[in-house]
């Protein structure tokens, strides 16, 4: 029986992948690269550390890396936050587990301020346990080192009670690092096929059908009969 669940944030508990991808890409016009918005969002899920050596030498980021940073930080800020809602049902699903005994931890690459904004967006104050956000990591996503603070704070469960949430390959790959199964979520605009190459033992489409199945098997959830050794499924989430 799960124990423990560990959420990422964006693009899981709010709709915020494309205003980050967005965010990025404009930012990248303004130091002189234009990349493609797809190119961008593919990358999505990784914070600036590991995003950024994706489209830049090294030498250009020694020269203007933390300036680009910084604008497309303003800049997301500014334009883009606003626009950011939470996916269905966050706060029902959050209530429901805690009421089974299920401790929650939020693990994202946001800053702390975002992170902040983005609880209160999903009214989910005071219903988990802890948060580790890019201040808490030397390193993001793919790299396991958010996913790390988070078990430390939850007191290192055993990796057989606890499992990851989360919307991108690199949530997955993160989590695999520290033997943490992987739910997937389909809401972050990842396809079924990468979140499945990346290492995600179930798919569900979005917060409201993790829901839906922990009403209708909490003892189970999410990983169904099979348990943790479970394959990834292969029918398409509701």
Not at 199 to 225: F, I, N, Q
Request: aromatic share 8%.
């Amino acid at each position: 029986m799960v124990e423990n669940i560990i959420f990422d944030v964006d693009g899981t508990l709010v709709d915020s992948v494309d205003e980050h991808a967005e965010a990025w890409r404009r930012a990248f016009l303004e130091f002189g690269r234009d990349v493609p918005f797809a190119h961008v969002r593919s990358q999505i899920g990784k914070g600036a550390d590991q995003l950024l050596p994706v489209f830049f030498t090294d030498e250009e980021l020694e020269r203007f890396g933390k300036d680009l940073d910084e604008y497309r930080a303003q800049l997301f800020l500014k334009e883009f936050l606003p626009k950011i809602r939470a996916f269905p049902k966050v706060r029902e699903l959050f209530e429901r587990l805690r009421e089974g005994g299920v401790r929650i931890a939020l693990a994202s690459s946001a800053k702390g301020d975002e992170l902040k904004h983005y609880v209160a967006l999903c009214r989910i104050e005071g219903l988990f346990e802890e948060a580790t956000s890019k201040d808490d990591a030397d390193k993001s996503k793919p790299h396991p080192d958010i996913f790390e603070a988070a078990l430390q704070r939850l007191g290192r469960p055993d990796v057989s009670t606890t499992g990851v949430v989360g919307d991108t390959p690199y949530d997955a790959i993160a989590a695999g690092k520290l033997s943490l199964p992987t739910v997937g979520v389909l809401c972050g605009g990842f396809s079924a096929r990468d979140l499945e190459a990346a290492g995600c033992r179930v798919l569900m489409k979005d917060p409201a059908e993790l829901l839906e199945r922990y009403e209708a098997s909490p003892r189970t959830w999410p990983w169904g009969e099979a348990g943790l050794n479970a394959a990834p499924e292969d029918e398409e989430p509701r």
